[in-house]
């Protein structure tokens, strides 16, 4: 959490080749943030989705509580940021900030190239493309 508030990280890949299997991953991505202050699920605050979802078309609803940056100078702050100034809140607010920065970076990493290991085949079949003998 970030603010107190739960957000998630949507990161952008490009696959290139499926054989080859060839993929990037853009440096920038889209952090979206809950616009109420996360408390521990409770018989009373489940249904609070402002609290516990952290979609933009829930969350922009939230009249008074949502805030939409509109230049990158306030991309730390709001309700959508930027993936990088998550990264930047890492690196600054906590001990070993950029080598927590760049494990988490190798963990994400790793998880799309297996993700996309898995799915090869599929693509695969889908785009005709023949296995190599």
């Known amino acids: 959490m970030i603010d107190n508030l739960k957000f998630d ?7 290139l080749s499926v054989d080859p299997l060839r993929i990037y991953l853009f440096k920038e991505g889209l952090a979206r943030f809950s616009t109420a202050e996360y408390k521990a699920p409770t ?3 489940l249904s609070n989705h402002y609290m516990h979802l952290t979609n933009y078309a829930i969350n922009c609803r939230n009249k008074g509580k949502f805030v939409f940056n509109k230049n ?9 940021r930027t993936f990088t100034s998550v ?3 890492i690196t600054d607010n906590y001990d ?21 290991i898995t799915v090869v085949p599929s693509l695969k079949h889908y785009l005709n493309i023949p ?3």
Do not use: F
């Open 9 to 15: 990280c949507r990161l952008y890949v490009l696959v």
């Open 96 to 116: 070993d900030g950029d080598k927590k920065c760049d494990m988490m970076m190798h963990k994400i990493e790793q998880l799309i190239i297996k993700t996309m």
């Open 131 to 133: 296995n190599k003998a």
């Open 43 to 45: 018989k009373k605050n």
């Open 72 to 80: 990158l100078e306030d991309s730390d702050q709001g309700h959508k």
């Open 87 to 89: 990264l930047e809140y």
